[in-house]
């Protein structure tokens, strides 16, 4: 007999027995929830854990991610990265770019990760294709399509990359709104591209994984 689950619990359980926040990662957390309109946004340990163990599995040295936001993710993945590694972040809110400089300075691996502000499909037009080993999209969804299709040429083969909130809180069953109808359609997209291997991983808020072949 299968017991009824509360989904919180579940997660308290996962978390538990998976790698715990560090205390800049709990200071960052608080901050973002304290200060911003939607700390939601913020990744969260669960999908911070999941970036991490792909970065460490491939042993990835150039990073990208497209939308940093307070720099909670930017941080986590910095956490896990040799000393001849480096992360590229992209974002283009000036508060939040304020923001995850005040925290990741107080890190051991400012020097490591390089900011680029400004509209993304803007800042990574300077990148070389199959540049790239390890890449995480989680920004403004309307350009979803359009950073997976950049970010796919700079993505080296055998290279991983992670998109953020592809379950977008359920409502991709019934796409209504732009946003939304965004999402699905990269999902059919990815799912249809023969130049990677992808699945859907129903974590946090959905989290679509591809494989470059």
Request: charged share 25%; glycine share 4%; proline share 3%.
């Amino acid at each position: 007999m299968i017991a009824e689950i509360n989904k919180n619990d579940i997660i308290n359980y996962c978390e538990t027995n998976s790698n715990r926040e560090s205390d800049l990662g709990n200071e960052l957390i608080k901050y973002t929830y304290d200060n911003e309109p939607a700390p939601q946004m913020i990744s969260g340990i669960q999908v911070a854990n999941i970036l991490k163990s792909f970065i460490i599995a491939i042993n990835a040295k150039n990073i990208l991610e497209i939308g940093m936001f307070t720099g909670y993710s930017a941080l986590k993945m910095a956490e896990c990265i040799s000393n001849d590694a480096f992360i590229h972040t992209c974002e283009i809110g000036n508060n939040h770019i304020e923001t995850a400089k005040k925290f990741l300075k107080k890190s051991h691996y400012y020097k490591q990760i390089k900011i680029h502000e400004g509209p993304a499909l803007k800042s990574i037009k300077i990148f070389e294709e199959n540049s790239f080993d390890f890449c995480f999209i989680d920004a403004d969804k309307n350009n979803y399509i359009n950073y997976y299709r950049e970010c796919i040429k700079l993505l080296r083969p055998n290279g991983i990359m992670i998109l953020d909130n592809m379950l977008w809180g359920g409502k991709v069953l019934n796409p209504q709104d732009k946003e939304t109808k965004t999402i699905s359609e990269t999902a059919k997209i990815i799912n249809e591209d023969k130049k990677c291997f992808n699945t859907m991983l129903p974590i946090r808020d959905g989290l679509m994984l591809c494989i470059k072949k």
